[in-house]
């Protein structure tokens, strides 16, 4: 979280904790204990899939080094694109201009 810089967004700050804090107090003291114990879950289940997301993504971005890129395809392209235009008849290509002949 970023603090702001100026005095009416930190005033702004310091109001909506002075109320979330009391209001949040409350709401823990007269839910039912099973309400809580059912939210504690669902945070540490939303926790746990959050972690096992991201270690999954970092995984499959591991599996993709060296794998197929949009740069290989350009590089295709192009070599594709040099190979045409050398084929075109009555074009020089660097080879033959470099021989001599």
């Known amino acids: ?20 804090v009391p209001f949040t107090v409350w709401f823990l003291v007269t839910v039912p204990s099973y309400v809580l114990y059912a939210l504690g879950v669902i945070a540490l289940v939303w926790v746990g899939l959050y972690l096992w997301r991201r270690k999954l993504d970092a995984a499959r971005e591991k599996a993709w080094v060296g794998e197929f890129s949009f740069g290989d ?22 080879a033959a201009a470099s021989s001599g002949g």
């Open 1 to 20: 979280m970023q603090w702001p810089k100026s005095g009416t967004g930190r005033a702004f700050y310091v109001a909506l904790i002075a109320v979330a």
């Open 73 to 94: 395809v350009v590089g295709r392209m192009k070599a594709r694109d040099a190979l045409d235009r050398a084929r075109e008849p009555g074009t020089l290509t660097g």
